[in-house]
């Protein structure tokens, strides 16, 4: 992570974890089941794309994950290829039980 993001705190909106840098966001958008949180989609704001911003938001959001003893369904294509690079670590299987009570849980939130 660059140095200007290490003490820039990562927030919990409940919907998705961001950190603000300069006025703009970096957030990933997720989902939590029990003790799994899919990470489904991050994004940097246009001002701040390319600056580490969307690096920092993802590397924090797996530190809260891990120091909270959950587990992460990295859905993102994004957070796939940091955990690959960065991290030295497989992508977790996700298992087709987990996908499926994944999307019924969407789906139910949705229409609730």
Known sequence: MKPEFEYIPLQDTGE?????????????????MGNQIALNHTEADLLIAGTGAAEAVVEKTLHFIEDHHKKALPFCPYIQSFIRINRGSKIPRIQPDLISKYFQHLTLNTLA
């Open 16 to 32: 998705r974890f961001e950190i603000e840098f300069n006025g703009n966001y970096a957030f990933i958008d997720y989902r939590q």
